[in-house]
């Protein structure tokens, strides 16, 4: 008795299409990954993350690498939601958009695009405030 057995790979686990799983992230959520991710993104010779930078990343193509694939599709992500993209950017300087993004940036957008109450945070052109009376 003979048995034969016939393997054939019809896809490259590199050419699998990958679920962004970024994109199910709320824009708050998409600002604090890209801080836990900050590295990927930061100029060893600033220390801040730059725009150009996050645009190169997600040009990459995806390899099978798990950490930099994630952090490629991290960057397709932030690219594709410009309001994050502005926050990264201009949370700090009042709205102004510079392409340059320092280490605490992603932090603070987080928080002024969580849609919570906070009282004095400023983002852009806008303040909000919370008022508590008893």
């Known amino acids: 008795m003979t048995i034969t057995l016939s393997v054939q790979q ?5 050419s ?19 801080g ?9 010779k600033t220390g801040n993350a730059t725009a150009d930078k996050i645009r190169e990343v997600a040009g990459r193509p995806l390899t099978g690498d798990p950490q930099r694939d994630k952090e490629t599709q991290l ?10 993209m502005n926050a990264l950017d201009s949370v700090d ?15 603070m957008a987080a928080g002024a ?3 919570k109450p906070c009282n004095g945070i400023h983002y852009g052109n806008v303040q909000v405030s919370t008022q508590i009376s008893y």
């Open 113 to 115: 695009l969580a849609c």
């Open 10 to 14: 019809t896809t490259s686990p590199c």
């Open 93 to 107: 300087d009042n709205g102004k958009r510079d392409g340059i993004i320092g280490p605490w940036n992603p932090a």
């Open 16 to 34: 699998a299409p990958r679920e962004n799983t970024f994109s199910h992230m709320s824009d708050s959520q998409l600002a604090s990954a890209f």
């Open 36 to 44: 836990d991710n900050f590295k990927a993104f930061k100029d060893p």
């Open 75 to 84: 960057a397709q992500e932030v690219l594709k939601r410009d309001r994050v």
